[in-house]
């Protein structure tokens, strides 16, 4: 019974952080923005990674940390986060007015303000306009999608969750959503854009919500 949960959890946190990977990759279909398989694993592997050391990061200070205080800063980093997704619209056309820049900028994956406005608008990750994602701009546009993937395995971590179950859902899931969203996006007839972030924000104050009881 227990290792079920521990798959259940795993599985929800993958699919709620993968949600803008798949939604991300649908839109690049539609403009036929191609993301090359190499570019694509490059994606996958830094937000994974970056949710592992968010992870071992909780893990290294959930000990000194009173359960229920782990438990409450848990809840409310999972919660805040799904409030965010659900009004994600509105947050993120508060960031593109505070980020608006030009798009002969330089590639850096130190540029905070590009990160901010890739995270607001993704799809302007294509700097270049090559209509191909180069592996340069695949690890800036991976950086921005990992913001809200550190808080939540830092999360993970302090709800105990199964650390390898998480990385390997996480993998799977991400690879998956990357994969099907931009072969959904390319039979798309015309260029539909949709925005599903609020999904993910009810998965995780579902997680968040769960939790308490």
């Known amino acids: 019974m227990i290792w079920l949960i521990a798959i259940f959890q795993a599985a929800a946190l993958a699919i709620?952080?993968?949600i803008d990977a798949f939604a991300v990759s649908f839109a690049y279909g539609c403009e036929k923005i191609k993301i090359p398989m190499l570019s694509l694993q490059i994606i996958n592997?830094?937000?994974?990674?970056?949710i592992g050391i968010a992870f071992i990061f909780g893990s290294v200070l959930a000990p000194y940390i009173p359960e229920w205080l782990a438990i409450l800063l848990s809840f409310s980093i999972l919660f805040i986060i799904g409030i965010t997704k659900l009004f994600d619209s509105i947050?993120?056309?508060i960031i593109r007015k505070r980020t608006d820049f030009n798009k002969e900028i330089k590639l850096s994956i130190f540029n905070l303000?590009?990160?901010?406005?890739?995270?607001?608008d993704p799809e302007t990750a294509d700097i270049d306009v090559s209509k191909c994602i180069s592996t340069k701009e695949a690890i800036v546009l991976a950086v921005s999608l990992s913001l809200d993937g550190f808080a939540v395995g830092f999360?993970?971590?302090?709800?105990?969750?199964?650390?390898?179950?998480v990385?390997?859902?996480t993998l799977i899931v991400d690879f998956i959503a990357l994969l099907l969203g931009g072969w959904l996006g390319n039979k798309a007839?015309?260029?539909?854009r949709f925005n599903i972030s609020?999904?993910?924000g009810l998965i995780l104050i579902g997680l968040a919500v769960v939790q308490l009881l």
């Open 16 to 18: 709620s952080i993968s």
């Open 45 to 50: 592997l830094i937000c994974t990674c970056v």
């Open 91 to 93: 947050t993120k056309s």
């Open 113 to 120: 303000k590009l990160i901010m406005k890739l995270y607001a």
């Open 155 to 165: 999360s993970a971590a302090m709800l105990g969750m199964n650390f390898l179950a």
């Open 167 to 169: 990385i390997i859902f």
């Open 189 to 192: 007839a015309n260029k539909l």
């Open 198 to 200: 609020w999904l993910a």
